[in-house]
Each structure stands twice: as C-alpha cells, then as structure tokens.
C-alpha cells in the first residue's frame, strides 16, 4: 500500500496579504514624483533630496542595531559592490524614471518601467546564447505587443522622450540586476540596501550641487510627497516585502509583486486624474502578463527581476523586489526548451 503523501501546505494568506501591500506601497513612487513636480521641484534636487534622506534613515536603522552593525561590518567583501551598484545602477534607474515622469503620466511610466523582467530575458538570453523556452519567447513577445499598445496612443500627447525614457529606466536596471543579486548574496537585505542607497546618495551629491544646485523641496506639500518617496515607497514598501516574502518564497512574492503598476494605476487616477485608453489598458495586460509568465516558469527572469528590487527598488521605483532579499543563484530563463 503505497504511503499516504502529506497534505500540501496552506497557503499563507498573511504572507500574501503583506507582499501585496509592499507592491501598493512601492507603486505609490511615481504620483508622490508628479506631486513633487507640481509644486516646482526640479530633477535634480529631487533625486538628490530624496536618496540623502532615504540613507540617512537606513544609516539610522543599522547603526541602532548591534546585529545590523555587525552585518555591516561583516560585508566588508560585498560593500565596495554594492555601493557601486548604487552609484551606477540604482541612480542611472532612478534618473532615467524621474526624467520620464516629467513628460509622460506616472500610470505610462510605471507600465513602461515594467518592461525589465522582458529585458531580462532577452540580456540572458544574448549571454548564454541558448534559446529560451517557448512560455520565455512567449512572454517577450506579449511584453513587446503591450508595450506598443500601451505607447502607441500616448504618441501624439505626450513627449517621445519620455516614452524612451520610461523603457530605458526598464532596460537599465535589467541589464545591473544580475550584478545586485551577486554582490547581494548572503547579505542581511537592510545591510545591502542601505550601501546601495548611499551609492546612490552620493552619485547625486557629487554631480547635483555643482551642476544644477540643490534647493530644498519649496512648500509642505513637496516635502509630503519627500518624505512619501522615502517612507511609504521605500522603508514600508521594504519592510513589509520582506517580512512577506520569507513567508510565502521569492517566487510568489515575484509574482504577487504584479499588483504594483495595479496600485499605480489606481492611484494615479484618482489622485492625478489620469486615463488609460482601451487599447492602453489591453497592453497593461499583456505587459503584466508577461511579467506573470516569467515569474512563475521555473527560471524565469521576472522571479529575478520580481526579487531584485527590495536592494533596487525599495531605493527606487519598485518595479521588482529584491536580490539582497533572496539567498540563492540568479535565474536562467534561457534554459533550453524541453
């Protein structure tokens, strides 16, 4: 008589509900960018004042703890990386987003910087040179399709800059992902972020000042939508993803991660006023379809890019969740076909 198996596992419903929520707190990025415009912040100074206030609390956060001190000091290999990581990753991303959102809707650019888990794929697979799965081509193609009906009817209102923008945000943390999850590795994800943060932080130290001049956000409502980018989109979104993601594994945590262009969406309609077009909403679909299809196939980019951003996006936009979360090897998604 064949040994009964046990029952599979319930599903963690809390876990689930807190992964979730990191995703509605990191698509919050993009308005509180819109509101900071609004009341006359420049790129520059916005940037700068947003990641100096973002290290100076995480700073805060590990020196306030003997354990995260320690790790800290323990990272003494991964620091160099991961402040690098931050000075060119991270802050590449996070201007290419910001210069988006000042031409295009903060709706457009989030869907458009949701393009990275398709420009994962296709980084893999030029680099290994093997084709990839059919499910793989399958969901570059649908993020492709998406991408130019999401686009496409935007053309003629909106700046093609801030189009190429939006989709250069998405091919550039695409093309640093796979370097973050390696210098991430075995780090305490608060430790790995808050060195890439400061990368960051001082990337845009050394140029803004001196090029642009750094003005400090010039009513109350800047500074809510500041201190909105740094805490709700970023320590919130962080804290919450993490805890959520230890209990429900990095690849449902990628794909739960979905519903953050769904919160961008929604907010951005009603607290901006923006609009999606028919065919705008049909390539919505296909993009966070084929974010779906790569999270969920074993190896596929998005449960790379879905984890990479708790160290990248948790600084930024969101957009993915966390290598420095993950403990184990950077996905393929170019395995060979069956």
Not at 300 to 307: H, P, R, T
Request: proline content about 6%; some cysteine.
């Amino acid at each position: 008589m064949a040994p009964e198996r046990p029952p599979a596992p319930r599903p963690d419903l809390g876990g689930y509900a807190l992964v979730i929520l990191a995703a509605f707190c990191y698509s919050t990025l993009g308005v509180f960018v819109k509101i900071a415009f609004r009341e006359g912040m420049d790129l520059g100074p916005l940037l700068l004042t947003r990641f100096v206030l973002a290290a100076a609390i995480l700073w805060g956060l590990v020196l306030a703890s003997p354990r995260l001190r320690a790790e800290a000091l323990a990272a003494s290999g991964r620091r160099r990386w991961l402040f690098l990581w931050g000075v060119t990753g991270l802050a590449g991303q996070a201007a290419l987003f910001f210069g988006a959102l000042r031409f295009i809707p903060a709706s457009l650019a989030e869907v458009l910087l949701y393009t990275c888990p398709a420009f994962l794929a296709i980084i893999l697979w030029v680099r290994t040179r093997r084709r990839p799965r059919a499910a793989i081509l399958a969901a570059i193609a649908l993020a492709l399709v998406g991408t130019w009906l999401v686009a496409a009817p935007a053309g003629g209102s909106v700046p093609a800059v801030g189009i190429a923008l939006g989709l250069g945000a998405g091919l550039w943390f695409a093309s640093f992902v796979l370097a973050l999850e390696g210098a991430s590795a075995g780090v305490q994800p608060i430790v790995s972020t808050t060195f890439v943060v400061t990368g960051a932080a001082a990337a845009y130290l050394l140029v803004v000042p001196l090029a642009l001049g750094w003005t400090l956000p010039p009513t109350g409502a800047a500074w809510g939508a500041v201190l909105g980018m740094v805490l709700t989109a970023t320590l919130f979104g962080f804290t919450f993803f993490v805890i959520g993601m230890r209990r429900t594994g990095s690849q449902v945590a990628a794909v739960l991660s979905t519903f953050e262009p769904v919160g961008t969406l929604l907010l951005a309609a009603v607290v901006l006023g923006e609009r999606f077009a028919a065919a705008q909403w049909m390539g919505t679909a296909l993009v966070l379809g084929a974010a779906f299809v790569l999270a969920v196939r074993p190896g596929g980019a998005g449960a790379a890019a879905g984890a990479a951003a708790s160290a990248g996006a948790a600084a930024s936009a969101g957009a993915a969740t966390s290598a420095s979360a993950r403990a184990h090897r950077p996905i393929d998604p170019s395995e060979p076909a069956a």
